[in-house]
């Protein structure tokens, strides 16, 4: 994505999924957006919330800015996270979008019924899915105003 001018605002994301080919993908078209981007990432939903309350192995890890959240995952799946992301006063205003293969009505609806700030389906086409990664960024860190860590 070409730099439009704009400065490159300084920012960390938690990429929650446990397909490693998927993480690389979207770690490589992020860090294209910004090579200064802080992302990190966690393999299942009991590694994201120990990331995010900073517990045990995380205990120094950074508040990101922003979740991009699978909702098929081992051990604690993606809609659980999310739950508890909200049911926590010191998490439930961090922006948390699902990045999902599932594009299943229902879970599209129960998603935003837990109060995802969006929904977006990994598309299959590698060009498709870095557009949608460029576009993903361009908005919540360009467009949108993030609350800090």
Not at 73 to 93: C, M
Request: charged share 20%; aromatic share 6%; glycine share 8%.
């Amino acid at each position: 994505m070409p730099n439009s001018g704009r400065a490159r605002i300084p920012g960390s994301i938690l990429l929650v999924d446990d397909d490693a080919g998927d993480r690389l993908l979207i770690q490589n078209i992020l860090k294209s957006c910004n090579s200064e981007l802080g992302l990190h990432y966690v393999e299942d939903g009991e590694e994201a919330l120990s990331f995010l309350k900073q517990q045990g192995a995380y205990a120094d890890a950074p508040r990101p800015h922003l979740v991009l959240l699978d909702l098929n995952l081992p051990r604690k799946d993606g809609s659980e996270v999310l739950a508890e992301i909200r049911a926590d006063p010191d998490l439930a205003g961090l922006p948390v979008i699902i990045l999902s293969t599932s594009s299943a009505p229902s879970d599209i609806r129960k998603s935003y019924s837990l109060h995802a700030n969006a929904f977006v389906s990994k598309p299959g086409d590698l060009n498709q899915l870095r557009q949608a990664i460029q576009n993903l960024y361009a908005f919540w860190f360009g467009t949108a105003r993030l609350p800090g860590p």
